[in-house]
């Protein structure tokens, strides 16, 4: 007689939401970290901008086009070679940073680039014209002037990696996802589905109302 319940799967779901959490600390500002990088360089070398270079620029930006074209799903079997070399295996939430990171960064890159266009022209202008080095522009104008912009992207961005986790659970990454698959759906427990959509709910929760709170204390400094 089979007297397994829902209950019977709880530490597991912990253990889930545990590897979930850990995906999207890891992941997550290292998606943040690349698309600054990669947004901010399409801004600078843009046409008409800091230091065109448009060759540059259109290179990039077709290889930002093209990661934002892929989706998430086949990407990650795209790169199970890579994560195979990279981490010795295309298991677990370990193996999951890479295709995050490199699924993700594309978009978020497009949202700092479009945030730092955003910024008034006269200000940059004004600094040139002080003579500013171009990492004094940086990190002393652009940045801090696109500052409320950035971080609603970032909330967004965040958002979209705890989405990438669940995606990532459906072919081994573990997870709440995974969680919600291989307990909720093949073995018939609706609670336990439940529960996972809870958790995943609570998750963006946090980081939307953590997101919409600093951009507020930001507006109220300035």
Not at 25 to 54: D, E, F, M, Q
Request: no cysteine; net charge positive.
């Amino acid at each position: 007689m089979n007297t397994l319940t829902w209950q019977t799967y709880l530490p597991d779901f912990w253990a889930a939401l545990l590897q979930t959490l850990y995906m999207v600390a890891i992941a997550g500002p290292s998606i943040i970290v690349v698309g600054l990088t990669v947004g901010t360089t399409l801004y600078l070398i843009a046409p008409g901008s800091v230091t065109p270079k448009p060759a540059f620029y259109y290179l990039l930006t077709t290889l930002v086009n093209v990661g934002r074209s892929i989706p998430f799903l086949i990407l990650i079997v795209l790169l199970i070679p890579v994560t195979r070399a990279a981490v010795g295996t295309t298991l677990g939430p370990v193996a999951a940073i890479i295709p995050l990171v490199l699924g993700f960064s594309p978009f978020f890159s497009r949202l700092v680039e479009a945030a730092l266009r955003e910024i008034d022209q006269g200000r940059i202008e004004a600094a040139r014209a002080m003579g500013v080095t171009q990492w004094q522009l940086v990190f002393r104008v652009l940045l801090p002037e696109s500052l409320s912009g950035l971080l609603n992207a970032m909330t967004i961005i965040l958002v979209g990696t705890v989405e990438g986790t669940a995606v990532a659970g459906a072919v081994g990454a573990g997870g709440v996802g995974d969680f919600a698959i291989e307990f909720g759906y093949q073995r018939f427990y609706g609670e336990l589905m439940f529960i996972s959509v809870f958790a995943m709910v609570i998750i963006v929760q946090v980081i939307q109302i953590s997101g919409d709170l600093w951009i507020r204390a930001r507006k109220h400094k300035r």
